[in-house]
């Protein structure tokens, strides 16, 4: 069941909105659809709302307002899109100097928690995300609004579909953002591995600073360089090694100490698996000041 109302409320907003009723064997069986539409809003007012069985998404078209969810609030601006679990307190309100346009669904059904929950784990548990692909979501909350003329049966199938579509999207925005943020923090500890890769108990030294544990660190490390962090370390010692045989006059015994490898069975296998030559002859060959 269906119901289609194009309206002003009292000056306030402009709204094309589609209430509908699942049928039974889309409550049981599908994600469906309990109200979609699109809000343009006309003067700012307050929205408020909990305890509702049903799962919000809504996306800023154009404009700016606020969502609270709980105690907390937050600024919403063009491409930011909200994915709220009504049954907890929340409140929405359009700017007044720069008034909104929303496209929104209600909907509910198979999955929506653990969708929603699942959103937030690699959201920063936030129910708000700025996306990149604007378009993208536009273009299926749009379809989504196109087939509810439609009263078909079929009608609830490809609203589930669309609805999935929405949440896929918002996923795949999450976790790419998620892997960016990842390289941040791994480039940071790149970074500090090059200024500081000759210390000892490095490794120990990092966990400790960014607050990952060893195994955590290296995985990262590979996922986003695609080399085992103890590697990356050890080539950065070994080219300091090459590094001071070529361009200082300090005996091997004490490069092996200065660069960090800090043993002689490791340098000279290093130079051996590597150079396929001792250090000595490394230097008598890239040395310049060896005559």
């Given at each position: ?15 094309e909105r589609f209430l509908r009723t699942p049928g039974e064997f889309a409550r049981d069986n599908l994600i469906y659809v309990q109200e979609t539409g699109r809000l343009q809003s006309i003067q700012s ?56 346009e929303l496209m929104w669904v209600h909907c509910n059904g198979q999955h929506m928690e653990a969708f929603h929950d699942f959103f937030k784990q690699k959201n920063d548990e936030k129910d708000y995300i ?162």
């Open positions: 069941m269906m119901d289609h109302t194009m309206f002003a409320t009292e000056g306030i907003t402009k709204s007012h307050r929205c408020i709302r909990e305890n509702l069985e049903s799962y919000l998404i809504f996306m800023v078209l154009s404009g700016s307002g606020m969502v609270q969810i709980n105690d907390e609030e937050h600024p919403l601006v063009m491409g930011d899109c909200v994915f709220i679990d009504c049954r907890q307190h929340y409140e929405h309100q359009s700017s007044e100097s720069d008034p909104w700025t996306v990149e692909n604007v378009e993208r979501l536009k273009r299926y909350f749009e379809e989504l609004l196109l087939i509810q003329k439609d009263q078909r049966i079929l009608v609830e199938f490809q609203a589930s579909i669309l609805i999935g579509q929405i949440v896929e999207a918002l996923l795949e925005e999450a976790m790419l953002q998620e892997e960016n943020k990842s390289y941040v923090v791994y480039n940071q500890i790149r970074e500090y591995i090059n200024e500081n890769y000759q210390k000892h108990a490095l490794v120990e030294k990092m966990t400790k600073l960014f607050h990952l544990n060893a195994d955590e660190m290296d995985q990262g490390f590979l996922k986003n360089f695609g080399i085992d962090i103890y590697d990356y370390i050890l080539n950065r010692r070994f080219t300091k090694a090459k590094e001071l045989l070529r361009f200082s006059i300090k005996p091997v015994s004490e490069i092996v100490e200065i660069s960090g490898i800090c043993n002689d069975d490791l340098f000279r296998k290093l130079f051996k698996e590597h150079e396929k030559m001792t250090a000595e002859e490394y230097r008598k060959k890239w040395a310049q000041w060896v005559k």
